[in-house]
């Protein structure tokens, strides 16, 4: 007798792990190793106006190691690679862009970026006893990608290096001047990553449970809601108006007085029509995507804006085929290398970049095991969190080896293994595979360089609202004390304003005269750490979290104090069943970039 719509219907088991060449034979030369049993049909039905849908059974859900049908394994890896596609190109495309870097540069970084997504998602899909109840890995589908963190720090550092001189700075032939291309400045990113690194793989040893009581969502809220609301600022909005390089200053003369260039196919000045026409058509696909579509595109729907919206802009002109051209058609990791050394202003900056990225991977973790169907509770759950940071801090040190700026869990991944009801890691595998076809051949980079900056602001910029979005779902699992309401205003009041007058903290140190190196570079580091929001937001809320003591009611002493399994702040009289549905709730909520 069939299971009706709403039941769950217990994990598919394991299988018994020895070779077996007839189980592959039957696998790919069977209907049943192909297809097995699941409804294809409800992975890819759209949901169209006044169209009649059908109650079915759900599919089954398969466990991380249960036995996957071979074409269900390709479309399910298909698919976490497309919901990743658009997170994996947008920070080399940034950085590129910043830093005024040539096409045939761009576009390698851009496949540097997925094929060492590609190759160290698979190490943080493993899950390698190392000693004791050490792992390196999680043993689930959590796949990586650059960090969004990443980015505003860049943007610090970079503004730092072209005030200081390291960077260039060119002088047109109307006399204006601008920055000049600093691949320089990409390598200081690199070498100071990969040291940095070392703190992750040092944090990964620190139980979870202490973690979480120093950095608790208060402070991890915060910082997730900072990056998304600067990385709008920064680089969405300014792309939907046509560009993020100095053309959105709108300069009367000089190579950016049209946007991106005056050598684009159809420059237009910054904030056109046309512009902010085709960054909401791109913006527009993907809310409409989520209304009508089937829950394979819904998972794509980023992917899909970006289609929309280059088939409009090549109609219309919009579109130059320079850089497909220019593309290899095949390439791989150093192709283009990078003098990898480190920037010593940058490090303190880049060292709280990856304590957030370990908290980041704490609450993804959580979330991953709890949509895989595996303990969330115990010594296993947190050998995957331990494992899951570690891999992390491996994966920064040999990302910055492989030219590409440190990674960090994929959350929205996540919601995949929910809707297809696959947890299987061999889906993850082949999500691997793709990525690395999609580093591999080079012309698709070219096509990713192409696409307009209105059609890439118009899905960036949702795409980083969602990280706005994952921060405040974490804060609302705060208990909203005045306590509470006191520290998030302090933060704050420093991130936003930050925000608004990027040149806030620019001249604190223009009074100290003649500084040596040492004093410099450790000014510069401050400078940095005060110009980015998302970093001084999460200092004033650390700090604060230990210095203003917990608030009492009514004689009961309220502690913000971690879960050791969810990371919920509770007070001491709060055990009642709607806590614990919060707690549960956290774990799906403290999903970061």
């Not at 939907?240 to 100095?246: L, V």
């Not at 192709?335 to 900056?349: E, Q």
């Not at 050998?383 to 959350?411: E, Y």
Request: aromatic share 10%; charged share 15%; with cysteine.
């Amino acid at each position: 007798m069939s299971e009706p719509a709403n039941t769950q219907p217990s994990p598919t088991p394991a299988p018994q792990r020895r070779f077996d060449i007839s189980h592959y034979i039957h696998k790919v030369s069977t209907r049943d190793g192909w297809l097995g049993d699941y409804d294809f049909g409800w992975l890819c039905t759209p949901v169209l106006p006044f169209m009649k849908t059908k109650k079915s059974r759900l599919p089954p859900f398969y466990a991380i190691d249960a036995q996957l049908p071979l074409l269900l394994a390709i479309v399910c890896g298909l698919q976490h690679a497309l919901a990743m596609l658009a997170g994996l190109i947008t920070p080399p495309i940034i950085f590129a862009s910043a830093l005024r870097l040539p096409s045939d540069m761009s576009a390698y970084m851009i496949s540097a970026s997925l094929i060492s997504c590609g190759i160290l998602s698979l190490v943080q899909m493993s899950r390698i006893h190392l000693f004791g109840r050490f792992y390196l890995g999680t043993g689930l589908i959590t796949v990586v990608g650059t960090s969004f963190a990443t980015l505003s720090t860049g943007f610090a550092i970079f503004d730092a290096m072209y005030r200081n001189g390291t960077c260039p700075t060119i002088t047109n032939a109307d006399g204006s001047t601008g920055r000049g291309p600093c691949p320089d400045a990409y390598g200081y990113l690199l070498g100071t990553s990969l040291v940095c690194s070392f703190l992750n793989m040092a944090l990964s040893f620190v139980p979870p449970k202490t973690l979480q009581k120093i950095f608790p969502p208060i402070v991890t809220g915060t910082v997730i809601v900072m990056i998304g609301a600067s990385l709008i600022g920064h680089s969405g909005a300014l792309n939907w108006g046509g560009g993020s390089n100095d053309c959105h200053l709108r300069p009367e003369t000089g190579i950016f007085r049209l946007c991106p260039t005056i050598n684009a196919p159809r420059p237009l000045p910054w904030g056109s029509p046309e512009f902010i026409g085709l960054g909401f058509l791109s913006f527009s696909s993907i809310i409409l995507t989520e209304i009508f579509g089937s829950p394979f595109l819904k998972n794509a729907s980023i992917i899909v804006g970006l289609i929309v919206g280059c088939i409009v802009a090549g109609a219309a002109g919009y579109i130059s085929d320079s850089t497909i051209k220019s593309a290899p058609a095949i390439t791989f990791l150093w192709v283009h290398t990078f003098k990898i050394r480190v920037y010593g202003p940058a490090v303190l900056p880049m060292l709280a970049v990856y304590i957030s990225l370990a908290m980041e991977a704490i609450g993804d973790i959580a979330a991953s095991a709890e949509a895989s169907r595996v303990a969330v509770t115990g010594e296993e759950f947190e050998s995957r969190i331990q494992g899951g940071v570690l891999a992390d801090g491996v994966g920064g040190f040999f990302s910055a080896l492989f030219t590409n700026a440190p990674l960090s869990i994929f959350a929205q991944n996540n919601g995949i293994i929910v809707i297809t009801r696959c947890a299987n890691r061999t889906a993850g595998r082949w999500c691997c595979a793709f990525l690395l076809l999609f580093g591999i051949i080079g012309k698709i980079s070219g096509v990713f360089l192409a696409i307009p900056n209105p059609v890439l602001g118009g899905v960036t910029t949702f795409l980083f609202a969602s990280v706005m979005t994952s921060g405040l779902k974490v804060l609302t699992y705060l208990k909203w004390t005045r306590r509470d309401r006191f520290i998030l205003a302090a933060a704050l009041s420093f991130g936003v304003g930050n925000l608004l007058d990027p040149d806030w903290f620019t001249h604190l140190f223009d009074g100290v005269e003649s500084p040596n190196a040492g004093l410099q570079g450790f000014m510069d580091s401050i400078t940095i750490i005060l110009s980015t929001p998302f970093l001084i937001s999460g200092v004033v809320a650390v700090l604060l979290n230990f210095i203003i003591p917990a608030e009492e009611v009514e004689g009961k002493h309220i502690e913000t104090v971690e879960d050791p399994e969810a990371g919920v702040p509770r007070g001491d009289h709060d055990h009642d069943n709607s806590s614990s549905h919060d707690e549960k709730e956290y774990k799906k909520g403290q999903t970061a970039i």
